[in-house]
């Protein structure tokens, strides 16, 4: 399985966008990159997931470098609701393939 | 979208029980669950990868005794803490593969407390 590379931490304001990068460049040409969320205390929570195309539905959209070594997940307007931990996971969308967590981005949303 | 429920969300016990934590996808036939450990401030940690009606293969440094798995049904995986002791104190999390659209769905987690 790929690696990512994250950020430990960032802060962004409320109502503004909040741009979380990630780095895959080990990332295989049939690998998804998958961002998922963790609020405290619950399970991960699925936001996006893409190949190679830039991606967008009514959570966040994914930017994904034309190389695919790296992305970028936004959160257009972020509210204090958004304060999680973020993961980057790149793996195959198959049955029987493991997702496998690094440590994530501790996204904290301050008013 | 996929569900996946997870039962009990909390539980308490003594040490040298036995604890039984459900995964149960909702809406969907889920092929393949997966089984996670989360301690405080931590990642999620991959215990065991289960598939219906054959044995789950268990990450690297996880008891297979210890921690048994039982994947009987497309919608139903079983995680049993066997003699729990304080050091399995935890966050279990499950996971299930179903509608390809939305990726690998998550249960909501049981918080293990072995007193």
């Known amino acids: 399985d790929a690696k990512t590379t994250q950020p430990p931490s960032m802060d962004c304001a409320e109502g503004r966008a909040a741009n979380l990068p990630c780095n895959h460049s080990t990332i295989s040409g049939n690998e998804y990159v998958y961002w998922y969320r963790q609020i405290h205390s619950q399970g991960p929570q699925y936001i996006i997931h893409?190949?190679?195309n830039n991606e967008t539905n009514e959570m966040a959209s994914l930017i994904i470098t034309e190389d695919r070594k790296s992305s970028t997940l936004i959160l257009p307007h972020a509210t204090l609701r958004d304060t999680a931990v973020y993961y980057c996971?790149?793996?195959?969308?198959?049955?029987?393939?493991?997702?496998?967590f690094g440590a994530g981005t501790i996204l904290r949303v301050k008013s | 979208g996929a569900v996946v429920s997870q039962h009990p969300s909390w539980v308490i016990c003594k040490s040298g029980t036995s604890v039984k934590i459900e995964c149960r996808s909702l809406?969907?036939?889920?092929?393949?669950m997966f089984w996670y450990r989360q301690f405080p401030k931590q990642s999620l940690m991959l215990m065991a990868t289960?598939?219906?009606?054959?044995?789950?293969?268990?990450e690297q440094g996880v008891e297979k005794d210890k921690f048994l798995i039982n994947h009987a049904s497309l919608t139903l995986s079983t995680l049993t803490v066997t003699s729990a002791h304080p050091e399995d104190s935890s966050f279990y999390i499950c996971s299930a593969i179903g509608d390809r659209s939305y990726g690998y769905t998550f249960g909501s987690g049981t918080r293990l407390t072995v007193v």
């Open positions: 809406d969907f036939q889920a092929t393949t």
């Open positions: 996971i790149v793996g195959l969308l198959e049955y029987g393939n493991k997702l496998v």
């Open positions: 893409g190949l190679k």
């Open positions: 289960s598939n219906e009606g054959s044995k789950a293969t268990y």
